[in-house]
């Protein structure tokens, strides 16, 4: 009886964990070809989350000329090691299908990170992936010397979105977006995170356990020069 109490408490903790994590690809700011994907709060790797969370992820890479690449990855014991192909300004995105979720008698949902990173300068009508890539991202829109982040949707802007923003010099911010799916603006400075959720009322099936709607969790990590 113990045992099956503890096993069950140690399950939601496990949850409970998942839910407050995200999945980020930081590049190396010293060394454009590589990067670090980490499960966690902010862009440092979480001591208390294993490697093995992300083991389903799938990256890929897209340079310049609008070429995508695998991105091959291996597993340390808090992160993930990711060697970035190619060279120059670069888009890294990719998907993990963290499983089916189901609290009590609440409806099972498919839970899903969709991180992405720009390296370098890349071209801001490069910056969107589109729908068919990814089901929802998040935009750096620069404008002078200040960026907003814009949530795309199923390709299309979501309002009224909470975004969490990680800022260059620590801490967070939350901003709701508007109509167009922007967020409030930001100084176009030093290296920002952020993550944003976006629900798709779409029932399907993932591995063998059926759910009623998708949540897609899209983070983002860009930086500008100081």
Wanted: proline share 7%; net charge positive; hydrophobic share 40%.
């Amino acid at each position: 009886m113990f045992r099956a109490a503890l096993a069950s408490l140690t399950a939601l903790c496990a949850l409970t964990a998942a839910h407050a994590h995200f999945v980020f690809v930081v590049p190396d700011p010293k060394d454009p070809a590589k990067a670090l994907v980490v499960f966690s709060e902010d862009l440092d790797p979480d001591e208390h989350v294993g490697a093995d969370k992300m083991a389903a992820l799938k990256l890929t890479c897209r340079d310049a000329t609008g070429k995508d690449t695998a991105v091959e990855h291996k597993a340390g014991k808090h992160e993930l090691t990711a060697a970035l192909p190619g060279s120059g300004p670069r888009l890294v995105f990719g998907t993990l299908n963290y499983g089916v979720i189901q609290k009590g008698d609440a409806k099972p949902y498919l839970l899903a990170y969709h991180p992405k990173a720009v390296v370098g300068a890349v071209p801001a009508d490069r910056l969107v992936l589109g729908e068919k890539t990814l089901p929802a991202e998040l935009v750096p829109v620069a404008s002078g010397s200040e960026v907003r982040f814009k949530l795309l949707a199923a390709g299309k802007p979501v309002a009224g979105a909470e975004v969490t923003v990680l800022k260059p010099g620590g801490g967070k911010a939350k901003a709701t977006t508007d109509k167009d799916g922007l967020t409030d603006a930001y100084p176009a400075k030093g290296r920002y995170g952020a993550w944003a959720r976006a629900t798709e009322a779409k029932a399907g099936e993932l591995n063998g356990k059926k759910y009623e709607e998708a949540r897609h969790y899209a983070t983002l990590v860009t930086a500008f020069p100081e």
